[in-house]
């Protein structure tokens, strides 16, 4: 069972930055960070093949997001810059075991994609 915390979320102005950081017990072969907006369905924003470092990113957040592992820490971690009020949303640290293409726009519960662990969410709100 791999545990997941996530932390860094908070409220800010649009085009500033935010943090958001996931205690992993393990890294498993996919993590990532999807995102949740009220009355959205989630959908998928950074990933990481973390054994081989390959990154993907939802079109939305390209440019602006960066995912990035931390091993001493035992971390990954979300460094949003740029944000914008349609970033607003709760944000979930996930992991898979299963290897494949890492990256999802969907909600992460695909047939063959499927992430099968999760954080309990961090929210970020970003104000106009």
């Known amino acids: 069972q791999v545990q997941l915390q996530e932390s860094g979320g908070g409220s800010v102005q649009a085009g500033g930055s935010l943090r958001l950081s996931c205690v992993t017990s393990?890294?498993?072969?996919?993590m990532g960070w999807f995102r949740q907006a009220p009355g959205k369905e989630r959908e998928g924003v950074a990933f990481?093949?973390?054994?081989?470092?390959?990154?993907s990113y939802t079109d939305s957040v390209q440019g602006r997001f960066t995912v990035s592992q931390d091993r001493d820490k035992r971390t990954l971690d979300l460094q949003m810059n740029g944000l914008k009020p349609e970033d607003t949303a709760m944000y979930y640290c996930?992991?898979?075991?299963?290897?494949?293409?890492?990256?999802?726009?969907?909600?992460?519960?695909?047939?063959?994609?499927?992430?099968?662990?999760w954080g309990q969410g961090t929210q970020v709100t970003v104000s106009s």
């Open positions: 393990e890294y498993t072969y996919c």
């Open positions: 996930a992991a898979r075991r299963l290897g494949g293409y890492c990256f999802t726009s969907g909600p992460g519960t695909e047939y063959g994609k499927e992430y099968n662990y």
């Open positions: 990481m093949n973390t054994a081989v470092g390959t990154k």
